[in-house]
């Protein structure tokens, strides 16, 4: 069932919004030495000496095969969401501030050096996620491959891997021994770093990968050209101010501020008309403006913000106090952010138009005072479990429960 408020209707959604794709953001794939014609033409001379014939190397692409629903995925270390599967191919990376994950095709051709033929294939697909958590330095990435089909000289073929961590992080430990690569099965491993930016105030970005090869006898040189696998950047910090836990996320994602509709009506309902008439920092999809806000953390522009919005001039009624859209504490609040202000006709504001559109500008509405003073608890308590600095991106989703 959707709830219909004016003229915008509120689509039933969850508390938790779905992932979002990183964009270009974290989907860089670091390039193998060499190309595979590269690697025929370097092999062709150790033909001659070894005897052996045929040598392999690895293309990385968009191309894979799922499994058959629940096939394969109790093998994992940790199972990856559901999502990951939904965007499974597509090149991108997708998740949280607190997770990300990819699924893309990897393919070993196997080529004969002197004729320049390809002789075999591992059609393959390499399983990718990162997890932790916001109030904690450490975090996770496992990696796993698993073969669904092939052809020609692949029988005997095992695969191992290893990581590394540059910028702000040690390695705890690298678990990916060498293993035989099976059909309709997951190889795989998982590693542990810890972000070194403890100190109070500090802020650091954090770049793992892994790395891993392809082994059999009867290829030349008996290993294929190395997979790099990076994952998107990491970054630690204790300087959420006034948090002092250290931790760390993702932040090629946004962070996200939730409010029910069902609880916090009133407040629900001025953020929700405020984006649908083009204010921005509404979640992706449900309004027309999708860019997110920006967190600012200046004192004293947050005070100018919302004396422009809400000024003592406008007449509070019993039980209510002014609510501004975007919020004071973002670059997007009514005085860093620019623009002229709207409101609504339940809002009790006269001296604010109503029916305005448009990105810029803000909206002031009298709502129900506890649900202000809650809500405001509320970003605060996103800032800090988001760990959104200043100028750090978030958006505003607004849900509600289906009868």
């Known amino acids: 069932m959707t709830e219909t408020v004016g003229s915008a209707t509120l689509i039933p959604s969850q508390p938790k919004p779905p992932a979002l794709p990183a964009g270009t953001a974290g989907t860089a ?26 040598v392999a190397c690895v293309v990385v692409g968009e191309e894979g095969k799922l499994p058959e629903q629940g096939d394969m995925r109790v093998a994992a270390p940790l199972e990856l969401p559901q999502y990951c599967y939904d965007n499974a191919f597509d090149g991108q990376w997708w998740g949280t501030r607190e997770e990300a994950c990819r699924i893309r095709g990897v393919r070993v051709d196997i080529t004969n050096v002197q004729t320049g033929q390809i002789v075999g294939q591992l059609l393959l697909n390499e399983y990718a996620y990162a997890y932790g958590s916001s109030t904690t330095l450490n975090w996770a990435q496992q990696v796993e491959v698993s073969l669904y089909g092939g052809w020609g000289t692949i029988a005997g073929t095992t695969v191992d891997a290893r990581t590394e961590c540059s910028g702000a992080c040690t390695t705890s430990s690298s678990d990916f021994p060498r293993q035989s690569v099976i059909l309709d099965t997951r190889q795989g491993g998982e590693a542990y770093f810890r ?29 294929t050209t190395e997979v790099a696998a990076p994952y998107p950047t990491v970054r630690c910090d204790n300087a959420v101010p006034g948090y002092h836990i250290a931790g760390c996320i993702w932040p090629d994602w946004p962070g996200v501020l939730s409010y029910q509709w069902n609880t916090y009506p009133e407040l629900a309902n001025h953020i929700w008309n405020a984006q649908q008439s083009g204010l921005p920092g509404a979640y992706p999809g449900l309004a027309p ?21 809400c000024p ?8 209510k106090s002014c609510d501004e859209y975007p919020f004071a504490s973002t670059y997007q609040g009514a005085s860093t952010g620019g623009g002229t202000g709207r409101t609504l006709e339940v809002c009790s504001i006269s001296a604010l138009p109503t029916g305005v559109t448009g990105a810029t500008g803000y909206s002031a509405c009298m709502i129900n005072k506890k649900q202000n003073s809650e809500g405001g608890t509320g970003i605060n308590k996103m800032y800090q479990e988001n760990r959104i600095l200043d100028r750090d991106p978030f958006h505003v989703w607004i849900w509600s429960t289906q009868d």
């Open 289 to 309: 403006n999708g860019s997110p806000l920006t967190r600012l953390t200046d004192e004293t522009l947050k005070v100018k913000n919302r004396n422009k919005a």
């Open 312 to 319: 003592t001039s406008y007449p509070r009624p019993s039980g």
């Open 195 to 223: 972000g070194t930016s403890s100190a109070v105030g500090s802020t650091g970005n954090a770049n793992a990968s892994w790395h891993y090869r392809f082994y059999n006898p009867a290829w030349v040189g008996g290993r």
């Open 29 to 54: 794939t670091a390039p193998n030495s060499e190309s595979c014609d590269e690697v025929v033409e370097r092999h062709k001379r150790r033909t001659a000496i070894t005897g052996q014939e045929v």
